[in-house]
């Protein structure tokens, strides 16, 4: 009778708290469907939310259930995109799509409330139509430095490759998302900054529940269980 009890634990070690995310598009350009077989994002993920500046008021999650968290978005030159992008990527991913629209502007502002996970990161990707321009993206306490380089790729319809910057001095090397990590609170409020030509903005972001440490140890548990049963029934 213990064998199938242990089992019982390490499955439900497996699934309790299962990682949230909500993914948001800038809407002008390649579409992602919002439904649960379309994927697409640095943590990869379905149900993307689209909207241009009018924002969002109940983002869905990564399952498809309603959230809570509402997003907001303003930028200076309104709507731009890059012409002839297309979707899914080659690989059946729609990554691409993700850097097909943006907000165009010198400076992009991109808020987000009702957050109830209780840690979490964001990943904030950026574009423009033209490569090599530089800017920045701050979540107002870190600030990641960055010059653009999603024109040429979205145009030869190759698959996404994404490129995260982790400078803050200035350097600004070639990437297209920045990952804000280990964030609380219920609202964040997300920021880019041309620094250079007019001409780049954000093209969307992913919201990433950080598994509680207990959570975590519970996994580990289940898993070594399951490991040491398995062994056993050898």
């Known amino acids: 009778m213990k064998k199938p009890i242990v089992m019982l634990l390490a499955a439900a070690a497996v699934t309790v708290h299962a990682q949230g995310i909500m993914s948001w598009k800038f809407n002008n350009g390649a579409a992602i469907p919002e439904n649960g077989t379309s994927f697409a994002g640095v943590d990869n993920a379905a149900y993307w939310n689209s909207s241009q500046t009018e924002g969002v008021a109940n983002l869905l999650a990564n399952d498809g259930s309603s959230s809570g968290v509402s997003l907001t978005f303003a930028d200076a030159y309104g709507a731009w995109g890059i012409g002839g992008a297309s979707a899914p990527d080659g690989n059946g991913l729609y990554n691409n799509a993700i850097f097909a629209g943006y ?78 990590s280990d964030l609380t609170g219920a609202s964040q409020t997300l920021t880019t900054i041309n620094t250079g030509a007019a001409g780049l903005g954000i093209s969307g972001m992913q919201i990433v529940e950080v598994p509680e440490p207990g959570t975590m140890a519970l996994a580990a548990l289940g898993g070594a269980s399951l490991l040491s049963w398995r062994r056993r029934s050898k």
């Open 103 to 180: 907000g165009n502007g010198g400076q992009d502002t991109l808020g987000l409330s009702g957050i109830s996970f209780s840690q979490y990161n964001i990943i904030v990707y950026f574009s423009s139509d033209t490569d090599g321009r530089t800017g920045t993206v701050s979540d107002g306490a870190t600030t990641y430095d960055f010059t653009t380089m999603t024109r040429n790729m979205v145009n030869n319809d190759a698959n996404a490759i994404f490129t995260q910057t982790t400078d803050t001095i200035g350097a600004n090397p070639s990437a297209d998302y920045a990952v804000f």
